[in-house]
């Protein structure tokens, strides 16, 4: 038996066991990484509770400000000034950035807390004085200067934010009226349903620095006067980067590139589907056996054909207007375009057995098609001079 000295002697031996054991699964560890100008990017696998100091060295004098960007594959970091995370010293995400000034500051602090290991992309961008600094007129996000582009996505649309830009730092007195500045948007599509840390990381190379983007990145043109919001329509499963490029008097700069899927992706092994609910699946097949049952027998079933005119160009048209006003879910806006299509298929026919004109069903027809050419010839190389054309935000 033991006596009472020695079961308090190991039940501090435990305690104390516990207690270390306690403090260094709270310990973060630290990685070191420089980047410089010749080396400027650097992919790493960080794990949850890891700190990275990420440093910058070899800048030339002329250097005025230079961007370290992290972008992070399937996750998010976060990026601080400081390794004490402080209001207004630090920004999360999974594409984001920090501006350091006049070769004094020269390290910034990364914090993975995420519970699994991510693959993180490095990069820094370097400017001297006569470039415009990209989100130093930052009046939304919760850190002052906001190099990156904040995006969210929707059922049908994808939206990206750009803080507005300053003048170059070489304008005195520093000013943040935006007009002499142009902002320039650029995007790249990734191969459809390609969900690898290689190929984003790759391409994102490519639209990081703004000459680079200019060569690789679509331009698009936008409707209005600038604006710091703009929406890309969605395709869900298909990887896209943007990246904005704002140009001063005399040079250029870019934000830090952004990326969407146009879905919540868990893992590259599992992409997105772009009929993700059964609905839908048995909705698109119904459409299809349709439409070869009309190429085959056309004319033979001319009600049945009036009816179907209607349903088609009621949906286009319902569903144009619905997410113009509003934004419902999958399933509403399926069923609320259903039933608008079988109500124009029946008014249609009803039109058509009143006054037995069939001008205006073969109209309308010809309308789905013309539609139809449009739109094909819009996303070729001969439509818009090879521009996509994007939407202004409200």
């Not at 400081?82 to 914090?111: D, M």
């Not at 370097?126 to 007129?137: E, K």
């Not at 200067?145 to 934010?161: G, K």
């Not at 349903?193 to 703004?210: A, C, G, H, P, V």
Request: charged share 10%; hydrophobic share 45%; with cysteine.
């Amino acid at each position: 038996m033991w006596t009472v000295k020695e079961l308090g002697s190991w039940t501090s031996i435990i305690l104390l066991f516990l207690l270390f054991s306690s403090v260094t699964s709270q310990i973060q560890t630290e990685e070191f990484v420089t980047l410089t100008p010749e080396n400027n990017f650097v992919e790493l696998k960080v794990e949850s509770g890891t700190d990275v100091v990420i440093s910058v060295g070899n800048l030339s004098l002329d250097t005025a400000f230079s961007i370290i960007q992290a972008n992070v594959f399937l996750g998010s970091v976060t990026l601080s000034y400081n390794r004490t995370l402080t209001q207004g010293n630090y920004t999360t995400g999974a594409n984001i950035g920090l501006v350091l000034y006049n070769n004094t500051e020269k390290e910034v602090f990364l914090r993975q807390t995420s519970g699994a290991l991510l693959n993180v992309l490095l990069g820094l961008q370097v400017y001297d004085g006569n470039a415009p600094i990209p989100g130093a007129c930052n009046m939304e996000q919760s850190i002052r200067v906001a190099p990156f582009l904040p995006t969210r996505f929707s059922v049908d649309l994808v939206t990206v934010e750009f803080p507005i830009a300053s003048w170059p730092m070489n304008v005195v007195p520093p000013t943040c009226d935006g007009s002499p500045l142009q902002y320039d948007i650029f995007h790249l599509y990734l191969p459809e349903n390609d969900i690898s840390q290689e190929t984003l990381f790759k391409n994102i190379r490519l639209m990081s620095d703004w000459k680079s983007i200019q060569t690789y990145g679509k331009q698009v043109n936008y409707f209005g006067a600038p604006v710091n919001q703009i929406e890309f329509a969605n395709y869900v499963g298909t990887g896209r980067i943007i990246s904005v490029v704002v140009r001063g008097l005399t040079s250029s700069a870019a934000y830090v590139p952004t990326t969407s899927y146009g879905c919540t992706v868990s893992s590259a092994e599992e992409p997105c589907e772009l009929l993700s609910s059964v609905l839908e699946k048995v909705f698109g097949a119904c459409l299809f056996f349709i439409g070869l049952f009309m190429i085959a027998f056309g004319h033979r079933f001319f009600k049945i054909q009036i009816f179907l005119v209607g349903f088609c160009i009621s949906m286009i048209i319902s569903f144009i207007l619905l997410f113009y006003f509003s934004q419902p879910s999958k399933l509403d806006a399926t069923l609320i375009v259903f039933g608008v299509g079988v109500g124009g298929g029946l008014l249609l026919l009803g039109i058509w057995a009143w006054w037995g004109v069939p001008v205006l069903p073969v109209f309308l027809g010809c309308l789905i098609l013309g539609f139809l050419v449009a739109s094909i010839i819009a996303y070729s190389p001969l439509g818009l001079n090879g521009k996509r054309v994007i939407r202004r935000g409200n």
